[in-house]
């Protein structure tokens, strides 16, 4: 979750919302993919920094599917990235702050929950909430104006 964190951090000192992901095979000890948020410099709705570490995780590995490998993440998936989790078979998913308005897994749809989702994977809250809340609370603020 620390390499996830030092990538959002990278995505804020780029512009982008400060979030980041980490694809770990565990059994094998390594890291396959990562992703820190783009759509803005990538002109890309699509560029959240799981859709890019799954990107990333498939190109490694040569297969879409992710089946056995764990996502980290600093901020609780929306809903297109928990169904590419979903499609791609990820194992597990480790997310560290909530996102009472955005997220998907706990929050909002409770995607995982869905009887008509094909897979669902291991879904955790991780350690570094409160710093990846403070990244998230800081790069805002300082857009809005705002006193940390």
């Not at 780029?14 to 990562?34: K, M």
């Not at 897979?119 to 609370?137: Q, Y």
């Amino acid at each position: 979750m620390r390499m996830a964190l030092d990538l959002a951090q990278a995505a804020a000192a780029a512009g982008e919302v400060p979030v980041g992901a980490v694809v770990v095979d565990e059994a094998a000890g390594q890291v396959v993919g990562t992703g820190a948020n783009a759509p803005v410099a990538g002109h890309d709705p699509t560029a959240h920094a799981e859709i890019v570490a799954l990107r990333a995780a498939a190109a490694a590995t040569g297969n879409y599917r992710l089946t056995g490998l764990t996502l980290y993440v600093t901020l609780e998936p929306c809903a297109m990235c928990a169904g590419a989790m979903s499609h791609a078979r990820i194992g597990r998913v480790v997310w560290a702050a909530d996102d009472p308005k955005g997220g998907a897994i706990v929050h909002g749809p409770k995607l995982f929950e869905q009887p008509t989702l094909h897979w669902r994977p291991v879904a955790e809250r991780g350690p570094l909430a409160e710093d990846a809340a403070l990244a998230l609370r800081t790069f805002f603020r300082a857009r809005r104006g705002t006193p940390v």
